[in-house]
């Protein structure tokens, strides 16, 4: 009797226990439920709200003045006093705008014989920022006038050629002091460009930028754009699409080009394209791999594709025309800022 209701009292706890187990699992999904809040899809980091900057206006005359100052300093033939003067004079004055200087010295063989000591000037804004934009100009003149009819051994002026470039980088520094922002950009005047052999070799030519793309002045250099001045001050100037550029930079070749349009300069930036030119950009591309356009007049005077004054006594500062200049820095301030804004 004993043994039988032990057996019933046994069972009664074996079928409870299941049963409490059963309820348990079966309200187990409710206890682990989180509350009812969706998860929100996987996004990139929102980019910071940076407040937007308005291009500010490219000042002509000052840029005018700035070439004029280079021409007073007599040509700038490397091995002369006028070079030197003129070297520290561009320091002294991307200096006076903030901006943080290398000069790169190095010595380069001349084609004739001899050798050039040269400079390069580095002009660096907000050297701390990663994210940075170069453009580039020469800053010496010819030694010679091999093109002209007169006075073929004598330096020229140069006045389009090397320092209508350097008077729009100097006028860029001088906005940029005037209306800082958050990014960085590098000017680099480039020295040795133009005094190479018209009938003779490629690397006779550019010796400056050579060097700087060999020796870059940061460890793994790779500007947002990079950009090159050169012929971009003269009267009658016409900027086509240069086969180079086109080659390596097309994207940053449309945006100048339809910029400039944009902007009402479509008469100097012809949307046509021209072949290659050798320039400062064709070795920054081949020695350092940076894709850098070349903005470089060729209106095809003749027999002359850079202009008729090119590498003649005409090239002085008479030659300069300020809406060209206009045409050129206003586009070029538009690149840096509108860059800046996230909207180029
Ligand atoms: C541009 C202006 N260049 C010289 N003055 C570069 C160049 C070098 C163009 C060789 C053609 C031939
Ligand atoms: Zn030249």
Redesign the pocket.
């Known amino acids: 009797m004993q043994k039988k209701s032990n057996r019933r009292t046994l069972a009664y706890v074996l079928f409870a226990l299941l049963l409490l187990s059963a309820v348990f699992y079966a309200i187990q999904p409710y206890l682990n439920k989180k509350p009812d809040i969706p998860t929100p899809p996987k996004t990139e980091t929102p980019r910071p709200n940076i407040p937007q900057i308005k291009v500010p206006d490219f000042n002509p005359d000052s840029a005018f003045l700035f070439v004029k100052k280079q021409v007073d300093f007599g040509p700038r033939a490397p091995n002369t006093p006028a070079h030197q003067k003129c070297a520290a004079w561009l320091v002294k004055e991307f200096k006076r705008y903030g901006f943080v200087v290398i000069e790169q010295k190095l010595q380069a063989p001349y084609y004739k014989g001899g050798t050039f000591n040269g400079v390069n000037i580095i002009a660096q804004y907000k050297p701390e920022l990663q994210k940075r934009i170069l453009i580039a100009a ?1 800053w010496d003149s ?1 030694n010679e006038a091999d093109k002209d009819t007169k006075d073929v051994n004598k330096p020229i002026d140069g006045a389009d ?2 320092a209508s470039g350097v008077g729009i980088l100097l006028e860029l520094a001088r906005t940029l002091h005037n209306n800082p922002m958050d990014m960085g950009v590098d000017l680099i005047c480039f020295d040795l ?2 005094n ?1 052999d ?1 009938k003779g070799a ?1 690397d006779t ?2 010796l400056g930028s050579q060097y700087w793309a060999k020796n870059l002045h940061r460890p793994n250099y790779s500007p947002y754009s990079a950009i090159l001045l ?2 971009v001050g003269a009267k009658g100037a016409r900027f086509y699409k240069e086969g180079f550029s086109r080659d390596v930079a097309p994207q940053t070749v449309e945006k100048v080009w339809n910029k400039a349009h944009s902007l009402g300069y479509g008469e100097y930036f012809v949307h046509e394209n021209r072949g290659p ?4 950009h064709l070795f920054v591309i081949r020695g350092a791999q940076i894709p850098m356009i070349d903005i ?1 007049s060729t209106p095809n005077e003749g027999d002359h ?2 202009g008729a004054h ?2 003649t006594h005409n090239d002085n500062i008479n030659i300069i025309d300020k809406k060209v200049l206009k045409a050129v820095g206003q586009t070029m301030t538009a690149v840096i800022y509108e860059t800046y804004n996230g909207v180029l």
């Open positions: 020469h010819r050629d090397g460009e133009d190479g018209d490629q030519w550019c050169d012929l030119i050798t320039d400062d470089i594709p850079f090119h590498h």
